[in-house]
């Protein structure tokens, strides 16, 4: 009878973990695609200017 509650009370927790974990992995991930987008802009002149070709 009381069984019920405490199943969705274990579940809940670890569904709200997940949810929280999905949040900081988006998060994270557009953090890491703007710094990337960052260094390609920054860098693609300074690349091409250190090389000498041949």
Known sequence: ????????????????????LKAALKANMAKR???ARARADSGAGADTAGKSEG
Request: proline share 9%; charged share 50%.
């Open 33 to 35: 695609k703007a710094q």
């Open 1 to 20: 009878m009381a069984s019920g509650p405490k199943k969705t009370d274990k579940t809940k927790p670890a569904a709200d973990r997940e949810d929280r």
